[in-house]
């Protein structure tokens, strides 16, 4: 009983958490990147307090580690290339799209739930 | 239809392992087939093997063990999670100089292609997190 | 049309209103663990605009003394409702 829906996108990961708080921001953009490595078209959408993710002069973390930045720095390299952020979590936060280190597509709540059904899989970080 | 769970949360600390092998537990009774549970983040802590709740209570490695023996579901704990949270299996622990063992089947230690392909896989993917 | 799960009270996390923005008009939203707290009268009103999309699991009310207590508005729906859910719709998100 699968669905035969054209989709645009295979894999849709949702990252909700900002870097070094916790291991969720890692954890998704690992998942991300392992699907794009097998080949799989994914996009990643920072929502909340994840588009702090994409805070530009980020250094290591409390014990010196390395963090997600340099990884995200090369998500060209891994073919992701989708890059979609909440409007609601920048202007939450007071930033703008201007404001990240990467470009991204920035979406408000119609266009957000759309991309939800554009996507094969959706994966909650 | 072919199911797969994903599990995020670690047992007792929150609900989403009572909520995932509950939710499990339907699935087959409705004959539905359950391919696998893929234990990530936190959830990787379902695999403790020296897990040891008080009787009364319910003892989640021991039933995701059970429900993997007699539904033949797949039980895939994502390998780097395990390892940084102290999981690991005899291979593992060897590979480590590790003295115990924290893992064993039927829990597989695995890597994340195999979460993605059971999503690209399966009919319906349903996460529970914490 | 999707189904989109919440676990947490709209009292006590902001997760519901993520939910919400990611739901298109035919979505539904099924409450389970804690987040069955938003099927309450009191505070089903986060949930405004799902008339007749939003469900609550009854397993998860019981245990929390909840049962009888449930907004109108609310279909409680136990496990296998729950499996149901899951297979009407294309896919399942879930918040938490």
Known sequence: ?125 | MRYAILLMGAPYSDQASHSALRFAHALVARGHCLEAVFFYHDGVHNAARLAAPPQDEPHLVDAWAGLANEHRVALQVCIAAALRRGLLDEREAARHGKDGVSVQAPFELTGLGQLVDLGMRCDRLVTFGP | MLLHVVNRSPATSRVYQQALSGMSPDDRLLLIEDGVQGALPQLVRYYAGLEGRLFALKEDLESRGLLGHCDASVQVVDVDGFVDLTEEAERTVSWY
């Open chain 1, 1 to 125: 009983m699968q669905d035969h829906h054209h989709y645009d996108s295979d894999l849709l990961v949702i990252l909700r958490h900002g870097p070094h708080g916790s291991s969720w921001l890692k954890e998704g953009l690992d998942a991300a990147l392992v699907a794009a490595a097998f080949g799989r078209r994914v996009s990643l959408l920072f929502m909340g307090e994840g588009v702090t993710a994409l805070m530009p002069c980020q250094k290591k973390g409390p014990l010196g580690q390395k963090g997600t930045a340099e990884t995200l720095e090369m998500l060209e390299m891994y073919d992701i290339d989708s890059l979609l952020v909440e409007e609601q979590g920048l202007s939450c936060l007071g930033l703008s799209s201007d404001d990240l280190m990467l470009e991204v597509t920035s979406l408000s709540p119609p266009a957000l739930a759309r991309v939800f059904a554009e996507h094969r899989l959706v994966l909650t970080f």
